[in-house]
Nanobody, 116 residues
Framework: QVQLVESGGGLVQFGGSLSLSCAASGFTFTDYGISWYRQAPGKEREFVAYITRRSNSKSYGASVEGRFTISKDNAKNTAYLQMNSLNFDDTAIYYC?????????WGQGTQVTVSS
């Protein structure tokens, strides 16, 4: 079955950096693009970034453009989200997502908290 497991979240100071990982299994990783979303308390889930299956195209949400970088290692079945210049608005639970056979799959999420 499709599984996505996020890791790498934690507490980081304002202006700092953090790298998240999304380990995938149960599907052919090289055949699918991967997305990252986030959800802050009391807010709706927000699109963060997307990468195509062979990493030849990437897109970002407006609030993270220029600060976050999505990448994908098909040999390791893992996607990454490098986050720089973090601010308080980046505090959220971060989820990776894949659409397989018209069904959305989500990981359990990893908490990112930006502190002063």
């Amino acid at each position: 079955q499709v599984q996505l497991v996020e890791s790498g979240g934690g507490l980081v100071q304002f202006g700092g950096s953090l790298s998240l990982s999304c380990a995938a299994s149960g599907f052919t990783f090289t055949d699918y693009g991967i997305s990252w979303y986030r959800q802050a308390p009391g807010k709706e889930r927000e699109f963060v970034a997307y990468i195509t299956r062979r990493s030849n195209s990437k897109s970002y949400g407006a609030s993270v453009e220029g600060r976050f970088t999505i990448s994908k290692d098909n040999a390791k079945n893992t996607a990454y989200l490098q986050m720089n210049s973090l601010n308080f608005d980046d505090t959220a639970i971060y989820y990776c997502n894949v659409l397989v056979d018209d069904k959305d799959y989500w990981g359990q999420g990893t908490q990112v908290t930006v502190s002063s």
